[in-house]
């Protein structure tokens, strides 16, 4: 049974940066791309950040050139999240899309974001 667990949401200010890590167990090695995703109060959830085995990156628009995915490994990735602003402010899930087609989602960890 594969299980994402998200670490590292909280409370910043505007401007300030914060590092997002997601860990996760079970069946790692088919995982094809590792991803974050957002959902703010009323939205959809939206594209934060992929990141695929061969290390090809996307990025939503709203986050580039703030907003950095890594993986450390099969088992965890992080985003590392700078100049913070209060439209940031949402849930953030951790994503596993695993080769035959089937996606993983943690449960996801709030970020706030004051002005």
């Known amino acids: 049974q594969v299980q994402l667990v998200e670490s590292g949401g909280g409370l910043v200010q505007a401007g300030e940066s914060l590092r997002l890590s997601c860990a996760a167990s079970g069946n790692t090695f088919d995982i094809n791309r590792m991803g974050w995703y957002r959902q703010a109060p009323g939205n959809q959830r939206e594209l934060v950040a992929t990141?695929?085995?061969?290390?090809?990156t996307k990025y939503g628009d709203s986050v580039k050139g703030r907003f950095t995915i890594s993986r450390d490994n099969a088992k965890n990735w992080n985003l590392q999240m700078n100049s913070l602003q209060p439209e940031d402010t949402a849930v953030y899930y951790c994503?596993?899309?695993?080769?035959?087609?089937?996606?993983?989602w943690g449960k996801g960890t709030l970020l706030t974001v004051s002005s």
């Open positions: 994503k596993a899309s695993y080769y035959n087609g089937i996606d993983y």
């Open positions: 990141i695929s085995n061969s290390g090809a």
